[in-house]
Structures are given as C-alpha cells and as structure tokens.
C-alpha cells in the first residue's frame, strides 16, 4: 500500500513531469522582430534571445567563452590568452531565419573556442602549468573533458585508406588536401575537435525545430530552412566517426606509437564515446522529426516524396527539391557497419 508521504510525492512528481511535457509541446513563439536595420548591439539581443529560448545549450558554450578570464595563473605560470572573438561578428545575415541558420556557424566556431580557453580554465583550476603539452576540454553537452593530447601523425597521411566514393563533402576540408587546421596537425585530438564542434553546432540546429514549429508559417518554404540547416550537417557525424576510426586503422599499422597513446588515453576515449554517442542519436533524433515534418504536410494536403538525393515538397505537380545528403550518409554508414570499423569502435568505447 503507498504511504501518504510517498503518495505526495508520487502526486507532485506527476506533475511536475506533465508540466515540463507541457513546456516542451508549447514552446514559445518569438516575437516578429525586423532585423534589417538592428546595430551590432541589436543583434546581439535577438542572438543571445533565440539561442536562450531555443537552444540553452548553445547559449552556455558562447556565455562560457564570453566568462573565461584572458590571464591565468596555471600553478604558477602566468598564461595568457587573446581576447575571445565576438560571436556576434559570425552573423551575417539580416533576416531573423538567416540569424537562426547563421546561429549554427556562431555555435560551431565558439566550441572550438570553448575547447581551447576552457582547456585552460581547467588547468588553472588544477593548479598545472601547460608546458609544451596540447590540452583540448571537450564539451559533450553535459560535461567538459580535459585531455592531454599524445603524438600524432599528419591526418592526411591515411587518405589512401579513402576510396573515391568515401571522399565526400568534407574529405577535401580536413583529410586531404586540407588546409593547415588543428584537425592536420593535432590528428586525431583535431579530428574530435571538429566532431565535437559539429556535433554541438548540429544539436543548436535541431533545438530550433521549435522555432520553426511555433515562429513560421507552417509553409514547405519554412520547413525547408530547418531541413535545409540540418542536411548540411548531419552527416558530418559519419564523416567524422570514419575519419577518426580510420586514423585509428593507419596508426596500428602505421605508427605504433601514436595508436598506443591514444589507446591508452581514458580521457580522450571518454571524451569520443559521449560526443560520438551524443551526435549518432542527434541524428536519428533528426530522421525523426523530418519523418513528422512530413506527416504534417501531407496533411495539410502537400506531396512529400524524398530519394537519395533531394527532398521534394510540392502540391498539383509543382514540386520544390533540395539536396539531403542522404548518399553520402547511407555510403559512409554501410562502410562504418563493416567488422573492422565495428570493433574497433568497441574498442574505443570499452
Ligand atoms: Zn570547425
């Protein structure tokens, strides 16, 4: 039988859950604003407004960057810091649905911020002078983790594990022929900077599934600036998942060393297994609200119909397609599903 004092509380935790379900299926809209002609100051108000109704998350990466002193004493060892860029310097456009597409970049680059002053701010804390040592703090969403980096290789030096038909949209960026990034130089420690900062960014776009549920008209044009804002991105999680497995592959043959510290690193493997984790069920989160975004125009009378290739929404015969990616997801899956890449993930994970 349930006692009263239990009963209470079972009766406040029911609703307390009933309202946050609440909470979460009436969001609020945001108010009609033209942001035209808004000053620097201006847009930083509806910036830091719609990422703190819409994306929380997102909000704390920037307000952390923001908090972070620029002199720190690391046990003893003054080190100093550029001052942190001006997110607001990241928005370009001048329509409140280009800010929210302009909000995932603004995201994405201030995580890489967060890794390299938060980094800091934690070997303050510890009292650790940095040395010549690299730290990363990765930011998984609920937690940062502090990692040392190990040696490392080159990235590009594994492209020939890369088949022409793996080499899609972001292979040129950050494998080969790459640019002079942290994801080259710092290998795999800049490769998971990268997941990570894709990963953070991408989970900004989806929290601003509520934006275009409660903010726009409901139209196939609307709809198609979130999935549009989503498709660029959510296949950089396999993308990244095979880059880092496959300079895993390379160093075990390639350069025993450098597999056998990062392997042996438990905070590096943390640190991958939570973004890694995180970032494969934002997508499937993702298929699930395009999978409903679909149901609701067909039943506003709209023709949904989507291949490998584009996403097209129409009525009468007119119909409107936009690229999804999804043949380059679906070949970097059906790669990643093979026992190599497959073991060796539970490896990294154990
Ligand atoms: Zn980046």
Redesign the pocket.
């Known amino acids: 039988m349930m006692n009263n004092a239990f009963a209470r509380q079972f009766i406040i935790l029911l609703l307390v859950c009933l309202f946050s379900g609440i909470a979460r299926a009436e969001p609020p809209a945001f108010p009609p604003v033209d942001v035209s002609r808004l000053d620097r100051n201006g847009l930083r108000t509806v910036m830091n407004e719609l990422l703190r109704t819409y994306s929380p998350g997102g909000k704390q990466v920037l307000d952390r960057c923001a908090q972070c002193p620029c002199t720190l004493d690391c046990g003893g060892v003054t080190v100093t810091i550029t001052p942190c860029p001006d997110p607001v310097s990241l928005v370009k456009s001048r329509t409140l649905d280009g800010i929210v597409t302009d909000l995932i970049t603004v995201v994405?680059?201030m995580t890489?911020e967060y890794q390299y002053r938060i980094a800091m701010a934690m070997l303050a804390e510890q009292k650790t002078p940095p040395k010549n040592d690299r730290y990363h703090a990765y930011y998984t969403g609920a937690e940062t983790i502090l990692v040392k980096q190990t040696a490392v290789y080159r990235t590009s030096e594994m492209q020939g594990l890369f088949p022409a038909a793996l080499r899609t949209e972001r292979f040129p960026v950050y494998v080969f022929p790459a640019r002079e990034t942290g994801a080259q130089l710092d290998g795999i420690y800049g490769l998971l900077?990268?997941y990570d900062?894709?990963y953070i960014g991408t989970k900004t776009g989806l929290d601003f599934l509520d934006y275009y549920r409660t903010s726009r008209q409901d139209t196939p044009e609307d709809w198609f600036h979130f999935l549009d804002n989503m498709n660029r991105y959510y296949f950089a999680q396999a993308e990244f998942r095979l880059y880092l497995l496959n300079y895993l592959r390379y160093a075990k043959t390639q350069h025993p060393d450098v597999y056998a510290g990062i392997m042996g690193n438990t905070a590096f493997r943390h640190a991958f297994r939570d973004v890694d984790d995180g970032y494969a069920k934002l997508v499937q989160d993702y298929f699930a609200a395009k999978a409903q975004i679909f149901t609701r125009l067909r039943a506003a009378g709209y023709d949904v119909d989507e291949d490998d290739e584009f996403t097209r929404i129409g009525k009468d015969g007119a119909f409107t397609g936009r690229s999804n990616f999804l043949k380059s997801y679906k070949a970097l899956t059906a790669e990643l599903a093979k026992p190599v890449y497959q073991d060796l993930l539970t490896e990294l994970k154990k």
């Open positions: 994405h680059e890489h900077d990268e900062a894709y």
